[in-house]
């Protein structure tokens, strides 16, 4: 099998990826996620977890099944985008120059 098979799309995670933390003994799911980072990208792990899962049994000798998927960990509260686009300071940068405009200027 190519050393350049992805195994998570989102993340760029290949085969080669998971080989090199099995080597490096990282041979749990939860420490290929964090050394990897597969499963955290756009699909959170509904695309790439069970072949990151079967590539990880085959190289530590396990069977599929004594893998356990890892934990998701959604966001606590879902922030709503309009409340982040609310605050006109959240679209600055520090070095941003102030503009003023005409409305603003006192005589």
């Known amino acids: 099998m190519s050393d350049k098979v992805f195994l998570c799309r989102c993340e760029d995670v290949t085969v080669k990826d998971v080989a090199h933390c099995v080597a ?40 599929p099944t004594a893998i ?18 609310e605050d006109p300071a959240a679209h600055r940068f520090a070095d941003d120059p102030i503009v003023v405009s005409p409305s603003d200027k006192t005589s």
């Open 24 to 63: 490096r003994g990282y041979a749990d799911i939860e420490e290929v996620k964090r050394y990897t980072g597969f499963g955290t990208g756009p699909c959170q792990g509904k695309e790439c977890l069970a072949l990151v899962a079967t590539e990880l049994a085959r190289l530590t000798g396990q069977p």
């Open 68 to 85: 356990a998927p890892f934990t998701a960990r959604p966001p606590l509260t879902p922030t709503p985008l309009g409340l982040l686009a």
